[in-house]
């Protein structure tokens, strides 16, 4: 019923910039959160950026002051910029939204499918 299309992973230098982006597609649904997590290897799935309903932004401590995320309403997505990158910011990240459908109260977790970002030293 929805489905959430990923882009903007990559290999990029150290201290370089990316830009991944989500948009979620369907119909009778709206947003009740929207953003990014990523995984390293051997590392716990983490937060870090997440835009919620009426435009609240919480950012991981590691990325605060480096990594923006951006919401556009009417495309149902949202962009994160990825500047000064470091090798320990490399890892599989995914896509994440917290989604009502219909006039139902009930809150469903959607992921992408997850894209690679490597920063070389």
């Known amino acids: 019923q929805v489905q959430l299309v990923e882009s903007g992973g990559g290999l990029v230098q150290s201290g370089g910039s990316l830009r991944l982006s989500c948009a979620a597609s369907?119909?009778?649904?709206?947003?009740?959160?929207m953003g990014w997590y990523r995984q390293a290897p051997g590392k716990q799935r983490e937060l870090v950026a997440v835009?919620?309903?009426?435009?609240?932004?919480n950012y991981a401590d590691s990325v605060k002051g480096r990594f923006n995320i951006s919401r556009d309403n009417a495309k149902n997505s949202v962009d994160l910029r990825m500047n000064s990158l470091k090798p320990e910011d490399t890892a599989v990240y995914y896509c994440?939204?917290?989604?009502?459908?219909?006039?139902?109260?009930?809150?469903?977790?959607?992921w992408g499918q997850g894209t690679q970002v490597t920063v070389s030293s």
């Open positions: 994440k939204a917290i989604i009502r459908l219909g006039r139902r109260d009930n809150e469903y977790q959607y």
């Open positions: 369907g119909s009778d649904f709206s947003i009740v959160a």
């Open positions: 835009i919620i309903s009426g435009g609240r932004i």
